[in-house]
């Protein structure tokens, strides 16, 4: 029988090993400055382990790019972050922010994991969930700990068993009375709301910090966009009479002075693009009322358009780093 070690990389497995890579290196500059302005010595430890697990990731990763004679992506190193830099975020922004992430860790882990075969790889990636769960439970029960776990709202559901009647439940604003929301609906909106949270803060910090006019400019854009969309989502809650999630403070200081190369800093706002893109295609593929597809589509493509435009300042100044790309061996023929 073949060892599947020894089976060659295959597409899928090189262009998830080069995404792990490319964000756990950037999570290292990131932890790295979170814990040297950390007052809480709970939140501390639990960001340590963080950046723990984060390096031994590129440690594995590594290793597997030499066996397979394969170029390690230059990603983000030092020089991308300035870890004396004053504080930008509080302690609070740090919890939320590795909670939030854990959690979309573990539905990329869990989408690679169904498209690599090479035992090794599996075995990467298996240990990668299972180390993500663990970093996402301790991260939760933190919160809850101290307070400051932004909840999903509660509300009173209809408990008898029933059947939808007629397709008027499939629609939203064509009708002056749609339908109450499902749970699962309120679920949606919540998790974008949450999304919304945490990327505002985060954004609202490098408008701050940014030294690049092209830079500020595009994270002014997008606070506002996000802005935009955190409220459109609380009205729909509003109208239900339903609790919009919130948090009690903005997470953010009043330094000016950047922690961040404006590489990293272009780097998290996309990541937070492919995040709040991916909360919002699961809602349109799991909402039932048209307006709120409607929403959701919407919301969506403005992201992807504000990302777009990311990617061409990125490129521009030279910071996106190319992903692993298929060879056209007919360009490698000579003439």
């Known amino acids: 029988m073949q060892n599947s070690n020894n089976i060659p ?18 999570s290292i500059c990131m932890f790295k400055y979170f814990l040297n302005n950390i007052e809480d010595n709970d939140i501390r430890s639990i960001i340590q382990h963080a950046l723990s697990l984060s390096e031994e990731h590129l440690g594995k990763m590594k290793k597997l790019f030499k066996q397979e004679d394969f170029s390690t992506p230059l990603a983000f190193s030092e020089e991308d972050v300035d870890i004396n830099a004053p504080r930008l975020y509080t302690d609070s922004y740090y919890i939320s922010y590795l909670g939030l992430m854990a959690g979309f860790g573990l539905n990329s882990y869990s989408l690679v994991l169904r498209l690599v075969s090479r035992g090794d790889v599996r075995k990467y990636f298996s240990d990668c969930i299972t180390e993500t769960l663990d970093l996402y439970n301790k991260a939760v029960d933190l919160q809850i700990s101290k307070g400051l776990l932004i909840k999903a709202p509660q ?17 939203g604003f064509l009708l002056d009375h749609p339908r109450s929301l499902l749970a699962r609906e309120v679920a ?4 974008a709301i949450l999304i919304d949270l945490i990327w505002r803060a985060l954004i609202l910090g490098l408008c701050q910090v940014a ?42 200081t009043d330094s000016t002075v950047s922690p961040f190369s404006e590489k990293l800093m272009m780097f998290q706002a996309m ?4 995040v709040a893109v991916s909360v919002d295609g ?10 709120l597809i409607a929403k959701h589509v919407k919301y969506a493509a403005e992201i992807l358009k504000y990302a777009s435009d990311g990617e061409k300042l990125m490129i521009n100044n030279g910071w ?14 000579p003439d």
């Open 282 to 291: 699961y809602a349109i593929t799991s909402s039932l009322r048209s307006d």
């Open 9 to 26: 990389l295959v597409t899928s497995e090189i262009a998830s090993l080069w995404n792990s890579y490319m964000s756990d290196s950037a």
């Open 211 to 252: 030294k690049s006019p092209q830079v500020k400019d595009f994270m002014y854009r997008g606070k506002n966009t996000i802005t935009y969309h955190f409220d459109g989502f609380s009205s729909l809650l509003i109208g239900e009479d339903i609790p919009v999630p919130s948090t009690s403070e903005s997470f953010v």
């Open 155 to 171: 509300a009173e559901v209809l408990k008898d068993v029933a059947f939808v009647e007629n397709t008027s439940f499939l629609k």
């Open 320 to 333: 996106q780093e190319q992903p692993p790309q298929v060879v056209r061996h007919e360009e490698l023929a």
């Open 271 to 274: 990541s937070m693009c492919i």
């Open 188 to 191: 949606n909106i919540y998790n």
